[in-house]
């Protein structure tokens, strides 16, 4: 079996309400749809969500890197010679979810070639997560009702609260409204998107220390070094690295430096490929794992949860899977319904993401 052709396709779907945090907003879905054709007939398909202000990629970059530079270096090769492939594509830097889409795509393709999930491909562990909602920058009354909202219709009962940037005191307000709102018995963490200084950080995770706080995620960015080291010493909750941390070489930096006690895996950004890479390093070095979000339409959703469902280590805390929930539509044929607070995997072989096609054409913004 050879790739015969890589399709990226730029599409936009617009959010009933725009998604804020500290490093930006997401007003649409403007992501990009990749798919690896094969000799076979085979199809895999995965997405590649933008976010330039995170790995400095946009929707235009990704179709670029993809057409004219991946493409072309790995048309004629098996699927399954995933290091070649790899070597190939990381002769050029960054550029992670152009990379990882593609390898998440190829994956699908073993998965449909051989016949199985590609969770089981992965791990096999489990076929379900619990899942978090991410809650973003909004007033206090506002995040509390969103989170409700989510426990009342979803079962969900942890909650990503967006702090970083405003004044502290709101943010401080907010996660205490939610604390005092919706009771003991949900799980609450904050991401500030490098949004504070270590000083800040500090004094914010003070102002919280009662609320049972689980971790805190990326709240000042990784060029303050030594700031990040003291963070560590200052905080009796496990401090997380997540855009810090977007390919291996960059886990083991934050861990071994002291700037990060547990880590943010994204397939998004890592694939299935090096999000494996990423996981059996912190499980070699005893460091905890959360499943984030890439505020990824319902095809990225479907392949962290593939990722996550396959592995203990992944399947402890609750993953990053409902964001999708925001989009005002989606392209899946058959909706991801979360009950109870939990995803399922889908049945059938490879990742399971079949594309409603009339919607694909309605929402591609490339013909
Ligand atoms: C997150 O966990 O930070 C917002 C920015 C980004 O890169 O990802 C999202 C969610
Ligand atoms: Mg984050």
């Known amino acids: 079996m050879k790739i015969t052709r890589i399709e990226a396709i730029p599409f936009s779907i617009p959010y009933r309400k725009p998604l804020r945090f500290a490093s930006g907003q997401v007003t649409d879905a403007e992501h990009v749809l990749v798919r690896v054709h094969t000799d076979d007939g085979v199809v895999g398909t995965a997405e590649a969500p933008p976010r330039p202000f995170t790995y400095g990629e946009t929707q235009a970059s990704i179709i670029a890197v993809i057409d ?3 493409a072309p270096q790995i048309v004629g090769i098996s699927p399954l010679e995933r290091e070649n492939i790899h070597a190939r594509l990381n002769r050029t830097v960054a550029n992670p979810t152009a990379k990882s889409a593609i390898d998440m795509a190829i994956w699908d393709v073993i998965g449909q070639s051989v016949g199985a999930p590609v969770t089981e491909l992965l791990g096999g562990y489990g076929n379900h997560m619990r899942v978090s909602h991410m809650v973003g920058f909004a007033e206090p009354s506002e995040m509390v009702a969103e989170a ?7 079962g969900i009962t942890t909650f990503k609260v967006k702090v970083g940037r405003r004044p502290i005191d709101r943010d401080v307000a907010a996660c205490r409204a939610l604390r005092e709102a919706l009771g003991d018995d949900i799980e609450l963490y904050i991401d500030g998107n ?7 950080s500090a004094r914010a995770l003070r102002a919280m220390a009662d609320l049972d706080l689980q971790f805190a995620e990326e709240l000042c960015p990784a060029d303050d070094v030594l700031g990040r080291r003291w963070l ?3 905080s009796t909750i496990p401090m997380f690295a997540d855009e810090s941390v977007s390919r291996p070489g960059e886990v083991t930096r934050e861990l071994l430096g002291g700037a990060a006690t547990g880590i943010s895996i994204k ?3 890592t694939g299935f490929t090096y999000s494996q890479r990423v996981l059996f390093q912190c499980e070699g070095m005893g460091v905890d794992v959360v499943m984030g979000n890439q505020i990824d339409s319902q095809i990225g959703t479907l392949c962290t949860l593939a990722f996550g469902a396959a592995f203990e280590l992944t399947s402890r805390r609750a993953g990053e899977l409902s964001n999708f929930l925001d989009m005002s539509d989606d392209l899946l044929a058959e909706p991801l319904q979360i009950r109870n607070g939990v995803l399922r995997v889908r049945d059938g072989h ?5 594309i409603d096609e009339d919607k ?3 929402y591609r913004q490339d013909s």
């Open 232 to 234: 560590v010493t200052q």
């Open 194 to 200: 490098r949004g504070w200084t270590p000083a800040e």
């Open 148 to 154: 409700g909202r989510m426990r009342d219709a979803f």
């Open 267 to 269: 397939t998004a950004r």
């Open 350 to 354: 490879g990742l399971g993401i079949e």
């Open 68 to 70: 004219g530079v991946f």
């Open 360 to 362: 694909l054409t309605h």
